[in-house]
């Protein structure tokens, strides 16, 4: 496989979950501004979920306002935001249109029904209604394109190259979210939370589609500890640090077979596993939350700069 | 537009329809009559979807363009078929004697039977493949022969395409298309099958590898990248074929040998099907302003460790004012009558023919030597005064780089129109292999000009496609 065929894999998959990561942030956003009772329409949750994406500076830079419609045309559909859907969508399908011939023709398809109808969308009609019902896609052609992947494509190096761009992606995402939020998940006295913090859990739960299966994991009403747990350290949540990890180095390792060789990318994903299985969350508060998660985003960023190291991305 | 009606595929002048056809004409009886919009609609979204485009130059995403697909197919017969084939053969034989003649001995030349100006002071001719040996001896393995048709025996070869002609993934397409739009027919009439050509392409990558190479060869498909305009085509081939699609800086050239950058390192690459010109496969010996190409690839062929497909220099061989001489080059290399024969073709440098010409320009055509696309092309009868007059003044002052035929009125065959069923001008273009044998898929890709009356067929001056079935007997 070329060098770049690999980057190309790796990226598309990573530009696929990240257009349905900031269709969800969004969406949260967008929820929570409807409930919160503030004056003028700019919405604090808007702007604190544009801040754990890294793009409230972007934002800035064109809009004074952090409403509905601005937030939501630029997390969706601005060219200038490199990480809005539209260019999530279309950098992902670029790449598709390079690789063709390393994608099932079930994968390109998808991914092309999904741009091409994207693309026809004219932004301005996307109001009311019409607003939470193409999250919902976004999400869906994510999941769609995902099954064609798990369905179709050979398990040889292209597939692991795709995947380990997927949850590099997904954990990136996760750990800032909880980043994003990190103050109200601190242990402190008193161990009911608020109104407040309760709504500012769930905004962390919907985040990463967890308010509902935390129930199932818990049996518990909404507790901090919990959360950062759940969100951290639970292998069965498909969006926890820990699982991310653990299927990153296993993608690693099934593609040191497949080559035949250790790569230097196997150890930085073994050295970003370890340091959540190594730990449980008292150690974690201790060693203070923010902390944790600013290394486990560097540690992660180190796996990305290995494999290209490793496997001639150019 | 000429006087007499053009032959209609399907049609004989009295209205009754031809024996290919008869199936066809019944299938089309039956259907309801919003069916055929309806499978028009159907192929479209089949298209898209697929995402069979070509791109538009100096345009950004979401300006690729489908290539207009017209549902009802041109239908050869078994015997027409047999005799096209033959002819055919014969001329990539004799083209292919010729381009290693002119690349060595120049026998030909010699022998005064082809002008050696006409060669040697012609831009085409590339003086880097001189003496040079490919492998098998072969210059041009990929070949698409533009075949137009005047009457029912009367078939002319248009142009021989031995660069790197382009289209094909629209007839595996076009096929692929029929057979979900109508299988019926396909159950009811047998139809030479198509799906073999990118096996066959392989097998005659295969068959032209080095020497040298393992007894699997490693084959790259060599693009511009994804702004070409048939970038989709290059995926499409080297997909169907298991081959490994490559641009210019997948490649590097180390010792003379040809490697590909994999996530392993260097490996190396024995044949390369290149969809990039002569000018630019190589900044080294070609255009050193070239970011397409692969520096020191030149040097690695000429050394014998790759093989280029098809080789550089080929465009001596289908030259437009070389065209007029394939005859001749048939009877000189292979001792045969030319099987299928030329459009008549005006030379302007003879004092005689051009007086001719310009007498009569307005039921001519007229075709820059260079000129490729339909561009550069004046259609006599379809012209206004002063693109007459514009061309006249080009013949005088330049009369070498024009080459002047007779309006051919090509051949019609019925299209789905807006209006319903309408004849619409008709070429050919079937796809030939050659390597360890010479292998003709059977049908090709027919071109069909969409404006009524129209002679023009390219995809860039508003041409569609038509599935082409060689019925088996």
Redesign the interface.
């Known amino acids: 496989?070329?060098?770049?065929t690999?980057q190309n894999l790796f990226w598309l998959s990573r530009y696929i979950e990240r257009a349905e990561n900031m269709a969800r942030l969004f969406e949260v956003g967008y929820r929570m501004s409807l409930t919160s009772r503030r004056e003028g329409g700019a919405s604090e949750h808007l702007v604190s979920m544009m801040q754990a994406a890294e793009i409230y500076d972007e934002f800035q830079l064109a809009h004074e306002r952090a409403d509905v419609t601005s937030v939501s045309h630029f997390m969706l559909f601005d060219e200038k935001n490199p990480s809005s859907v539209r260019s999530c969508l279309?950098a992902a399908?670029?790449n598709a249109?390079?690789e063709?011939?390393a994608l099932t023709?079930d994968m390109?398809?998808s991914l092309?029904?999904a741009w091409?109808e994207f693309?026809a969308i004219n932004p301005k009609s996307v109001t009311g209604a019409k607003l939470p019902e193409l999250l919902q896609w976004v999400k869906q052609l994510s999941h769609q394109f995902r099954g064609a992947l798990l369905g179709t494509i050979l398990r040889d190096?292209g597939f692991a190259f795709s995947q380990a761009g997927s949850f590099i992606e997904r954990a990136d995402n996760t750990a800032r979210i909880l980043d994003m939020k990190y103050y109200v998940l601190l242990p402190r006295s008193n161990l009911i939370g608020g109104d407040v913090d309760i709504q500012q859990w769930t905004l962390i739960l919907r985040a990463a589609s967890a308010h509902r299966s935390y129930r199932h994991v818990y049996h518990d009403r909404y507790k901090a500890w919990n959360i950062a747990d759940y969100l951290m350290l639970r292998p069965e949540m498909p969006r926890s640090l820990i699982f991310c990890a653990r299927f990153l180095d296993q993608t690693l390792a099934s593609l040191d077979a497949i080559?035949g060789k250790t790569g230097e990318s196997r150890a930085a994903a073994a050295a970003l596993l370890a340091m959540l299985e190594s730990n449980d969350m008292d150690r974690i508060f201790a060693y203070g939350l923010h902390e944790f998660l600013t290394e486990f985003i560097a540690r992660n960023n180190r796996v990305t700069e290995t494999l290209s190291e490793t496997?001639?991305f150019? | 537009m000429s006087a007499t009606p053009a032959f209609d595929e399907m049609r004989n002048a009295d209205g009754s329809v031809r024996e290919p056809y008869l199936v066809l004409d019944a299938w089309l009886k039956e259907q309801p009559p919003q069916a055929l919009g309806l499978m028009a609609a159907d192929a479209e979204a089949i298209f898209?979807?697929?995402?069979i485009t070509f791109a538009v130059y100096g345009s950004n995403?979401?300006t690729e363009k489908l290539i207009p697909f017209d549902l009802i197919p041109r239908i050869i017969s078994a015997m027409e078929w047999r005799k096209l084939s033959k002819g055919i053969e014969q001329r990539v034989r004799a083209l292919n004697a010729f381009l290693h003649d002119v690349y060595h001995r120049q026998e030909i030349l010699k022998a005064g039977r082809v002008p050696e100006k006409l060669i040697l002071q012609n831009s085409a001719f590339c003086p880097e493949m001189m003496g040079l040996d490919p492998a098998k001896g072969i210059y041009s393995h990929i070949i698409g022969v533009d075949i137009v048709r005047v009457g029912p025996d009367d078939f002319y070869v248009l142009e021989d395409n031995l660069r790197t002609p382009s289209g094909v993934s629209y007839m595996l397409e076009d096929r692929e298309a029929m057979l979900q739009l109508a299988p019926e027919l396909f159950q009811r009439l047998k139809v030479a099958p198509v799906e073999n050509y990118p096996e066959n392409l392989r097998r005659t990558l295969e068959s032209v590898a080095p020497n040298s190479a393992r007894s699997t060869p490693t084959i790259a498909v060599l693009t511009p990248?994804?702004y070409n305009s048939a970038?989709f085509e290059h995926?499409?081939l080297?997909?169907q074929m298991g081959a490994?699609?490559?641009?210019g800086?997948?490649l590097f050239v180390d010792g003379g040998k040809v490697f590909?950058?994999?996530?392993?390192?260097p490996e190396q690459v024995d044949v390369i099907y290149r969809r990039i010109e002569d000018d630019f496969i190589d900044p080294l010996t070609f255009r050193p302003d070239s970011m397409l190409g692969v520096p020191g690839l030149f040097d690695a062929y000429r050394a014998g460790n790759v093989t280029l497909v098809n080789a550089p220099g080929t465009g001596i061989a289908d030259d437009k004012a070389v065209y007029t001489y394939v005859p001749e080059i048939i009877e000189f290399y292979l001792g045969e009558k030319a099987l299928l024969p030329n459009v008549p073709t005006y030379n302007c440098t003879d004092p005689e023919q051009r007086a001719y010409v310009l007498e009569h320009i307005g039921e001519l055509v007229v075709k820059e030597v260079h000129g490729s696309g339909g561009y550069g092309m004046l259609v006599g009868p379809a012209s206004t005064k002063a693109q007459r007059e514009d061309f006249t003044r080009k013949i005088i002052a330049r009369p070498d780089n024009y080459i002047v035929q007779p309006t051919l009125a090509l051949s019609t065959c019925p299209t789905y129109v807006n209006a319903g069923i309408a004849p619409r001008h008709v070429d050919l273009r079937p796809y030939v292999l050659v390597g360890d044998q010479v292998r003709i898929t059977p049908g090709g890709l027919t071109r069909v000009a969409l404006t009524e009356g129209s002679l023009v067929v390219n995809s860039s001056q508003g041409g569609g496609t038509k599935d082409t079935w060689v019925l088996e007997e």
């Open positions: 496989m070329l060098g770049r690999a279309l399908r670029t249109r390079t063709r011939t023709s390109w398809e092309n029904a091409l693309a190096d080559y496997y001639n150019y | 898209r979807r697929l995402g995403e979401g990248g994804i970038y995926s499409f080297a997909d490994q699609l490559c641009e800086q997948d590909k950058r994999t996530t392993l390192g």
